[in-house]
Structures are given as structure tokens and as C-alpha cells.
């Protein structure tokens, strides 16, 4: 996601979009906090950058890279967004190596705001990688605007976690309830012990006579042996249609003979399947 010229496009951005007077304050104190080396600097500006947008103007997105463009669109950002990763991108790539701890501190000193911002555009950050521990600190809030910020449209888990957090990640979406859909790269990051823990929490929520957001089942389609396959047949014995069409999707997918074999019983869902009807992507709308 991180080009070389992402600060420059982002420059261009504002330069399109704010006014001469708030693209030199933003330069000068981007400027002073390079030479200063202040992280005290660094945060107040960040904060106080806030001050300095006017929010109901929205950003003028055009002739960048497209992926870029097509992330910040994605993303609904906002001019004090593009503001505060501009500042951030400028600071680091002035030096890396000093900056970088500094830059990681700020889940330590931001606002829910502020720190949405950079959760959110982490991966637009020049050394994106460095700052993997600073995402899987962000899993343990309970406060949804910061949680989703990491775990929602944001493919910076799918790049930079491991499995363990990656599963973290993706068992808190679910107790959340937040909407795993919007959750990037979710068969290309599914795993083995996922998909077990996945069943384990199924059979609980089953024996509490609690509901399981059929989307929580979508990584385990290349995993269907033993309970996890006992656990399609229970789905497709539900009175939902939607868990119908969730284990439809997990058995069409999985390429196992037995899976297979148990899907030939509902040729109706194969049809959907099989015609794009109902994707992982459509599945909740199919009520």
C-alpha cells in the first residue's frame, strides 16, 4: 500500500483542498519537529492540527495512484486524516530510525480520534511493519470506533499479524459483533487452529441457546473434517436460511469429498452457489 510518493500525493491532496495558509502551518511545524527531534512536539502538532481543518470541507481526491485512492475512499477519510498521516509520513521518512518509537507512542498519548486516524492508516506509513505490536495493543479496547479502526477495511492484520493474532483479532470481531464482512482477506488468513476454535465457540454458544453470526463460519471451509463437518450438518438442519447458506458456501468451497457429498443433498444451494447468487459477500442480505 505504501508508495514512495504517498507523502507527495497526499501533499497534493491538501494542497487541492485546504487553504495556502493551513498548508504552510502544516509545513513549518512538520518542518519544526523534524529539526527539533521533539516528540513533544510531534504530538501536540498532531493534536492540534484539529484546529487547523475546516471538517465540513471534504478532500479533493484526484490524479494520485489508484490505490491509494481507492484506500482513502474506503476509508471515508477526511481532511484532518490526510492532514495527520501527511505530518506522520513527512516525520518519519526526515528519519526513521529516531522517529519511529515516537510515532509507535502515540497509542499512548492519543484521543480515541487521533488514534483512529493512525490505526486506520497504518499501513499507509512508510515502515508499516514497525509498528505491528502498536495493532495488536489496539485488539484489547472495547471501544468500537478504536477496534474497528485496526480490524475493519483495514488490511494492515492480513499483512502484519500472525496467525495467534490474527485469530485474536478475528474471535474479538465476533464477540463485538461487529460485521466480520468487512473484515479483509479472511480465507487467505484462515488457519487450522481458527477453524477449531471456531467449532469450540459454536458448540458453547449451541448449548447456551445462543445465536452465532453465520459469517463467523467463513474461514473454516478448507478445514471440514470430523466436528467441523458434523458442524455443517447441524447448520444445514437449522430452521435459518441464512446458516443454510453458510454451510452451502463453507461445503462448495472446500473441495472434500465428504463436504461434497453432504452438499449434493440440497442441489437448490448449489444452484445459488454455483450462479453467484449468494457469495460470503451478499450473505446477509439474503433474508
Not at 28 to 37: E, Q, V
Request: hydrophobic content about 45%; overall charge negative.
Amino acid at each position: 500500500m505504501q508508495h514512495l510518493d504517498t507523502r507527495v500525493q497526499l501533499s497534493e491532496i491538501l494542497g487541492d483542498s485546504v487553504s495556502e495558509e493551513t498548508l504552510t502551518w502544516i509545513e513549518n511545524k512538520s518542518d519544526l519537529i523534524i529539526k527539533s527531534k521533539s516528540a513533544k512536539e510531534l504530538y501536540l502538532i498532531y493534536s492540534l492540527i484539529a484546529g487547523k481543518i475546516d471538517l465540513a470541507k471534504k478532500p479533493i481526491i484526484r490524479g494520485i495512484n489508484q490505490g491509494l485512492k481507492d484506500y482513502l475512499i474506503a476509508q471515508n477519510a477526511d481532511l484532518l486524516q490526510i492532514a495527520r498521516i501527511y505530518l506522520l509520513i513527512r516525520v518519519l521518512e526526515s528519519d526513521k530510525a529516531y522517529f519511529s518509537t515516537k510515532v509507535a507512542n502515540l497509542i499512548q498519548v492519543a484521543d480515541t480520534g487521533e488514534l483512529e486516524t493512525f490505526l486506520k492508516f497504518l499501513i499507509l506509513l512508510p515502515n508499516a511493519g514497525d509498528y505491528n505490536q502498536v495493532g495488536v495493543e489496539a485488539l484489547r479496547t472495547n471501544i468500537d470506533i478504536i477496534f474497528d479502526a485496526i480490524a475493519l477495511n483495514n488490511p494492515y492484520p492480513s499483512i502484519y499479524f500472525n496467525d495467534q493474532q490474527w485469530n485474536q483479532m478475528y474471535l474479538k470481531a465476533a464477540f463485538m459483533q461487529r460485521n466480520l464482512r468487512d473484515i479483509v482477506d479472511v480465507e487467505k488468513r484462515a488457519n487450522g487452529d481458527l477453524a477449531r476454535i471456531i467449532s469450540d465457540y459454536a458448540h458453547e454458544r449451541w448449548a447456551a441457546s445462543r445465536d452465532i453470526d453465520p459469517m463467523f463460519w467463513r474461514p473454516v471451509a478448507g478445514f471440514l473434517k470430523g466436528d467441523l463437518l458434523q458442524d455443517m450438518d447441524h447448520l444445514f438442519k437449522s430452521k435459518d436460511k441464512i446458516e443454510n447458506l453458510a454451510a452451502a458456501l463453507c461445503c462448495y468451497y472446500s473441495h472434500d469429498q465428504e463436504a461434497t457429498k453432504l452438499l449434493d443433498k440440497y442441489p437448490d444451494l448449489i444452484q445459488k452457489i454455483a450462479s453467484k447468487a449468494v457469495t460470503w459477500e451478499n450473505l446477509k442480505n439474503k433474508l
